[in-house]
């Protein structure tokens, strides 16, 4: 498929209408025998995306907080699985950012600027995925100038489209270790992604890792007991999965619009589901450009109900349409139900149960 060429300047200044655009009637194509976006991925690299996350010291473009957040809910109301894929990459190049391991940043960096590498991350079993487990997901043992790494990183996205992995792993004395690798390293698998009932496109799933060796000038920053921590960053609680929630409830609202302009019994429902839309879009800005209104786990609660209560009115709106396999209404449906698992505070969990029970 071939696209006017983007308009880079406009870009760079926060316009991204265009780049929407293109990705919407990519998104809109019939998908590759895989359902990988390799297109619609191009297209992120065309428009110097990455770069919008990297400091202007590091050779990036430094947007702000709220410019990314605001972003983040366009791009995500035309391709949740691209934008949910573009997030990884960016939680990746951020470790990357911060390490205090500057000539392996810089390699990594320069690669990635290039465009010839993408980096993906797997450290949710370092914050969330599997702590009930008394042995480590992903364990370490330090020998011969570096550690041997064993053992899987279970939720990892796009490892398959992936020339490196940002990765964590626990030593036997508690503390963490962060690194960067080569994903065709000897001793690394990467099975299919799972059969998710949303975004499997994305192909999110298990990196295993057997005996692999890491020598320590892959390590992104010196061991540490919490080493994600240790980095500045937190992996959980942020207001990016707020932003993207936001703007699969942005798809189904105008979709509730767009009906109720020949059906004036929709009218009372969409006016009241704009209206909270925009006032959840204030506050997700405010709070990402650091004006604590409310806290991120908050907000990510508010989100949550909201993209869950519009996905399902676009399906009521939609009626039996919606629910033929193919409609939009169903496939958001699906991918709202996303936001309940992916990256979820357990604080959220709980006061989305509640809602869900009827407990005030």
């Not at 959840?280 to 209104?293: F, V």
Request: glycine share 8%; charged share 15%; proline share 5%.
């Amino acid at each position: 498929m071939t696209f006017e060429p983007l308009d880079s300047k406009s870009i760079k200044t926060g316009n991204i209408t265009q780049l929407c655009e293109q990705l919407k009637t990519l998104s809109e194509s019939p998908p590759n025998h895989d359902g990988w976006p390799r297109e619609q991925l191009k297209l992120l690299e065309q428009a110097d995306v990455y770069r919008w996350f990297i400091p202007h010291h590091l050779g990036g473009l430094e947007w702000a907080p709220a410019k990314i957040a605001s972003a983040y809910v366009d791009l995500a109301s035309v391709c949740l699985t691209t934008t949910f894929i573009l997030t990884q990459r960016v939680a990746a190049i951020r470790r990357i950012c911060t390490s205090d391991n500057a000539p392996f940043r810089d390699r990594l960096l320069s690669g990635i600027l290039a465009g010839n590498t993408h980096a993906t991350v797997g450290i949710s079993h370092l914050t969330t995925s599997r702590q009930h487990l008394r042995k480590p997901a992903c364990h370490a043992i330090e020998k011969d100038g570096g550690y041997f790494v064993t053992g899987q990183s279970p939720w990892v996205t796009g490892a398959c489209g992936a020339t490196h992995l940002v990765v964590g792993a626990e030593l036997p004395d508690g503390r963490q270790i962060l690194f960067a690798i080569a994903a065709d390293t000897p001793g690394i698998s990467i099975p299919p992604g799972f059969n998710l009932v949303a975004l499997s496109a994305s192909q999110t799933g298990p990196v295993n890792f057997q005996n692999v060796f890491i020598d320590a000038s892959l390590l992104l920053t010196n061991p540490a007991k919490q080493v994600l921590t240790a980095t500045g960053l937190t992996s959980t609680g942020s207001t990016q999965t707020s932003a993207l929630a936001l703007g699969l409830a942005t798809s189904a609202v105008n979709f509730i619009e767009q009906e109720s302009m020949h059906r004036p019994d929709l009218l009372d429902s969409v006016e009241a589901l704009k209206k909270q839309r925009i006032s959840l879009e204030d506050r997700l800005l405010k709070l990402a450009s650091g004006i604590a209104i409310c806290t991120n786990e908050e907000l990510r609660t508010e989100m949550n109900s909201f993209v869950l209560r519009t996905t399902q009115a676009s399906m009521a709106a939609a009626k039996g349409a919606g629910f033929v396999k193919g409609h939009p209404a169903g496939r958001w449906c699906c991918e709202a139900l996303f936001f309940l698992v992916w990256s979820c505070p357990q604080s959220v969990i709980q006061a989305n149960l509640c809602e869900l029970a009827g407990i005030e």
